[in-house]
T-cell receptor, first 111, second 111 residues
Framework: DAKTTQPNSMESNEEEPVHLPCNHS???????IHWYRQLPSQGPEYVIH???SNVNNRMASLAIAEDRKSSTLILHRATLRDAAVYYC????????????FGQGTRLTINP | DAGITQSPRHKVTETGTPVTLRCHQT?????MYWYRQDPGHGLRLIHY???????DKGEVSDGYSVSRSKTEDFLLTLESATSSQTSVYFC??????????FGQGTRLTVV
């Protein structure tokens, strides 16, 4: 299984952009990169995913390095509701489609 | 979300008793997962399923068994509950290479 490295915690201010990094140097060529977040006292929720190209959706943007060994989740304008633990996960789609969480980054948003 | 129901939502049981947690989905998703989350920690994969009667072990499968006799139900069984299995258990489902959806969690206390 590919391993990920994320900062344990990050802090930002409301209405400012946030860049959450993730290293996944052992990712295989067919693994997608998924990002999930977990708000306090809730189950995880999907944020975004991609394979090689940068991706955008209503929640965030995902920038994937050309060598695919790292990616960055971008929250363009953080709100207090974005305070959560963010998980970067190489999604093994071959065969059993295993989904394994790492430790994630705890994001604090200051008002 | 995605029609996932975990039952029960809360349970207190005694050490040594068998316990079964149920995850029910209405979306016909092929993949299903069971995780546990302990205070201050990330999610750890217990078992997962990639089809009816197709299951495999995750990171922390000792003391747990699963069954999936039909697409919509994925059962997690603690054959003989121990205090170390006190945790919050999350179920998740997914289609082929798309995002996973998580249930609201089951809080299990073993006394």
């Amino acid at each position: 299984d590919a391993k990920t490295t994320q900062p344990n915690s990050m802090e930002s201010n409301e209405e400012e952009p946030v860049h959450l990094p993730c290293n996944h140097s052992t990712i295989s060529g067919t693994d997608y990169i998924h990002w999930y977040r977990q708000l306090p006292s809730q189950g995880p929720e999907y944020v975004i995913h991609g394979l090689t190209s940068n991706v955008n959706n209503r929640m965030a943007s995902l920038a994937i390095a050309e060598d695919r060994k790292s990616s960055t989740l971008i929250l363009h304008r953080a709100t207090l509701r974005d305070a959560a633990v963010y998980y970067c996960i190489p999604y093994i789609i071959q065969g059993a489609q295993k989904l394994v969480f790492g430790q994630g980054t705890r994001l604090t948003i200051n008002p | 979300d995605a029609g996932i129901t975990q039952s029960p939502r809360h349970k207190v049981t005694e050490t040594g008793t068998p316990v079964t947690l149920r995850c029910h989905q209405t979306e016909n998703h092929r993949y299903m997962y069971w995780y546990r989350q302990d205070p201050g920690h990330g999610l750890r994969l217990i078992h997962y399923s990639y089809g009816v009667k197709d299951t495999d072990k995750g990171e922390v499968s000792d003391g747990y068994s699963v069954s999936r006799s039909k697409t919509e139900d994925f059962l997690l069984t603690l054959e003989s509950a121990t205090s170390s299995q006190t945790s919050v258990y999350f179920c998740a489902t997914a289609r082929e290479n798309t995002e996973a959806f998580f249930g609201q969690g089951t809080r299990l206390t073993v006394v």
